[in-house]
């Protein structure tokens, strides 16, 4: 079994007012020198070692992204980075 992380962001001509609003909010709460926020998703799936790079990638544009809007990154998680084992 691997863990495969696939972060996914608004492209950056597309505006994000979800980040907008926390770059407001941070000042509010006393906390300076936020220039921007961008917010994001972040799933974690844990696949078969028979998945490819060529499925994820399907699976990132058809399901977990909006292509339009969105881009993402896809990397596989080694087991000893996961703290399982030993």
């Known amino acids: ?9 608004p492209k950056p ?3 994000d007012p979800q980040g907008q609003a926390v770059a407001g909010a ?3 709460l006393g906390f300076e020198g936020v220039r921007g ?4 998703k ?3 799936l844990d696949v078969d ?3 490819d790079d060529e499925s994820l990638e399907r699976m990132a544009a058809t399901l977990l992204a909006n292509p339009v809007i ?9 087991v000893s980075a996961r703290g399982e084992g030993a």
């Open 1 to 9: 079994m691997a863990r495969v992380v696939v972060d996914v962001m």
């Open 13 to 15: 001509e597309i505006l």
């Open 26 to 28: 941070l000042p509010r």
């Open 37 to 40: 926020v961008r917010q994001g």
């Open 42 to 44: 972040h799933f974690e």
């Open 49 to 51: 070692d028979t998945v």
């Open 70 to 78: 969105e881009d993402w990154r896809i990397t596989r998680v080694p």
